[in-house]
């Protein structure tokens, strides 16, 4: 199992990821994230370096997409139609529903806003999601005669999967991002005992203790809260879809609670649209939701309204929520700008923000902000940061983990460098092997391979008759023949392999001399070695038969005198090639001489 | 409340220790093997006096960690090493390990400092200081006290013995003298410079035993004279003493707090001296509580005391339900921010808090 990675990004970035695993033959791309940081081709992960000669589509079998976040599917458009790609990608059906909307909304603010040119264009995202396979929770997908895969919850955002890859008996769960506790409108995600040969976990937040999701709830609460009883607006600058759903809930079921009448605004368009995926994809979201969703939908919200441009403009408090989420261009960054001014106001940033964005340079502290145009923004607003993404912790790995119960665990995302306490503890409790790789390099996992082999019931009775009893708690030692025909392994009795063959058998016996100082006569001899040789033999079956030979078991022994030297009586041991274990010893003893005294 | 979170380690604690760069260590105590040493850096919030521009993190990160065989059930850091020491049952034996934050980030195990075990004590109650040397304080009873160079494990000084009882709690009071707390109350004063004089001080108020004590000294502004501040004594039921090392022969002040009774025991009793704030101290130990005293108001009638401020986190946190209610198995207050405490409890839940001053007082 070969699995190489490359998540550049550096420090606590968000990077992007793409992950190629090479198993048992098949090549399977997971995820085809971008980087947001760059504005040039290092946003693009490098593809030649999956092969330098050959097309992408003959050496992969297949790509994977784990859900609609841009850093795991944001570089697939011009992966599959700038780089080169026919063959299946598989994602989720909400994921698949949900993926063109943001790379459609951010090719729009790259290509149009900022005039970039070496990017996809809408035809190709079209002509990409025309590839695209949509998959269901738990099903089995028959990607080739050997390659399948099946996709698991995975909490974090709406149509978020966990794939598990499996060739034969080798198999590989890729966990994209996940998150163990369920939340407001998610559940937490969840795999089955399947054993894979790999694991390969995202860390991102592995060595963190988080904050309870009430204190940090409880303190956006009371910040937007102050904002607008002092009449100030609230700009929360969000991704259409995922967290901002969290969020809402949250609002509007405070809202109720506490009879406020500010309004609150989510942007145009998407609000619509948002919630006819959460409708479409119900069975996505979590328990409560589905049980509610009967008496009244959750997403359709009583306090929170349509926004129009307009709206910026009027006086008196409000909240709301505008896309994009770094606040890098588009709609959010319009109203930030027509609000920064008035420190009455507040922006709280619910997500972590890519270095070069607006977002980030507030975020960092500045209050001074060059604009198009040489324009200088003076920022008086408030600014807040609070952090809701759903990521699993120490615990939550431990958690899937437990429930898989791979082979061996992969981490990626995390900080390499700092993870040897979390890779001792995985190896102690589990006691299997982690890795951490760094971007670029290449892990080798070696696996165990079960190759089934049917035993034929005639040999299975035979061999445990002989010997000692068959003990549950002990391995036995069994003897066959093992057949190999086309995919097939059985292992039968070499009589009747012979048979299938059509071999004729062939017996093999060896013939051993033994001299013996002894002047008497021969019978004299045989029965001193008679006695002898059951005295020693006691748990075999030594016998005298009366043409004066001796059996032990299926061993012959006869004796002659020399031809020249009377005083010398010539053992002949005689024994098949099964008994040579018997046989040898037999010799070995017999070579010893016979004792003195003779009965 | 000025400020509250709430954080959920993986394993409760019983311990909080600050350590240089105000990281906080906590471990694990379960019973089992493979409890966890972990050294926390706090989330920014916490880490200066006023919030500057950026704050996106308001989590604990694991630094680095380390794995214990035993329960941890006392840490501290040595001073000026990067050593720090751990004790727990099931005998009075010392644990060393290394923290090198730098290279890696695990907590390595490099020695242990073994002790005779007396008769029916189990761990050592444990302090550090590193004056000459680094030295580490150590025992589990009266007759077993004594001082360990901790690098060579050298035998530095060792306690004229006075009877068995069992410590709970012992001090540097400055590089030459030692205070122990036994745990029915009574405090002893030792000079290391003559190991055969101990001198006994302050019994405790008269009341009937099955009382156990513990004992909270406040380390004034840095430097190694002895700290004439007053010592704290805490009981199971409730009793605090304050006591001026100087004049031992009168409490300074002798006050009660509302516990509830029966009480749970004294495994977890904890008082301790706000480092910023003159007079003030908390309690914990009996229940999901932390209680707050300004001691400066106290006598020494002996009666009940009010609270200045009750944290109840943790007895709402929990679960719910099921299962006992949680207990307060340890508290501290921050260094810098005087109205600050950190407090953990037996259902793995660690708060920070920032209690505001009732009006009136300034």
Known sequence: LLVFHWCPGAGQDVGRSCILVSIAGKNVMLDCGMHMGYNDDRRFPDFSYITQNGRLTDFLDCVIISHFHLDHCGALPYFSEMVGYDGPIYMTHPTKAICPILLEDYRKITVDKKGETNFFTSQMIKDCMKKVVAVHLHQTVQVDEELEIKAYYAGHVLGAAMFQIKVGCESVVYTGDYNMTPDRHLGAAWIDKCRPDLLISESTYATTIRDSKRCRERDFLKKVHETVERGGKVLIPVFALGRAQELCILLETFWERMNLKAPIYFSTGLTEKANHYYKLFITWTNQKIRKTFVQRNMFEFKHIKAFDRAFADNPGPMVVFATPGMLHAGQSLQIFRKWAGNEKNMVIMPGYCVQGTVGHKILSGQRKLEMEGRQILEVKMQVEYMSFSAHADAKGIMQLIRQAEPRNVLLVHGEAKKMEFLKQKIEQEFHVSCFMPANGETTTILTNPCIPVDISLGLLKRETAIGPLPDAKKPKLMHGTLLMKDNSFRLVSPEQALKELGLAEHQLRFTCRVHIQDPRKEHETVLRVYNHLKGVLKDYSVQHLPDGSITVESILIQATAHSEDQGTKVLLVSWTYQDEELGSYLTSLLKKGLPQSTP | ?362
């Open chain 2, 1 to 362: 409340y000025r400020d509250l979170h709430t954080f959920e380690l993986q394993a409760p604690t019983r311990l909080i220790e600050w350590a240089r760069g105000n990281r906080v260590c906590v471990a694990g105590y379960g019973q089992s093997d493979g409890n966890e040493i972990l050294q926390l850096i706090p989330p920014p919030t916490l880490l200066t006096k006023e919030i500057q521009g950026l704050c996106p993190e308001r989590d604990f990160k694991v630094e680095c960690g380390g794995f214990s065989e035993r329960p941890v059930y006392s840490l501290k850091y040595v001073p000026d090493t990067s050593l720090l020491v751990t004790s727990g049952p099931p005998d009075s034996s010392l644990q060393v390990w290394q923290v090198s934050a730098e290279d890696s980030d695990v907590i390595k195990s490099v020695n242990t400092i073994a002790t005779e075990n007396g008769t029916g004590q189990s761990w050592a109650k444990i302090a550090t200081i590193s004056a000459r040397a680094p030295w580490v304080l150590h025992g589990s009873g009266l007759d077993r006290v004594q001082i360990t160079e901790v690098e060579s494990r050298k035998n530095v000084y060792t306690a004229a013995s006075r009877g068995s009882k069992e410590l709970s709690d012992l001090a540097f009071l400055d590089c030459n003298t030692l205070l122990l707390c036994c745990v029915t109350g009574h405090l002893c004063l030792a000079d290391i410079r003559q190991p055969q004089s101990l001198m006994e001080a302050m019994s405790v108020p008269s009341v009937p035993c099955s009382e156990q004590w513990r004992m909270g000294t406040r380390h004034g502004p840095q430097g190694l004279e002895p700290s004439f501040q007053p010592v704290a004594r805490l009981s199971s039921r409730g009793h605090l003493t304050l006591t001026d090392l100087r004049k031992t022969s009168e409490f300074l002040a002798l006050a009660k707090a509302r516990v509830p009774s029966p009480g749970s025991g004294a495994e977890f009793l904890c008082v301790s001296w706000a480092p910023a704030l003159e007079g003030y101290l908390a309690i914990s130990g009996f229940d999901g509580t932390v209680h707050v005293f300004d001691t400066q108001s106290w006598d020494s009638s002996g009666r009940e005391a009010e609270p200045i401020f009750v944290h109840k986190g943790h007895a709402f946190g929990g679960a719910g339900g099921s299962g006992d209610p949680p207990l307060v198995t340890v508290h501290t207050w921050h260094l810098q921010k005087p109205r600050t405490l950190l407090s953990a409890a037996s259902d793995g839940s660690l708060h920070v808090w920032d209690w505001v001053q009732p009006c009136g007082k300034c």
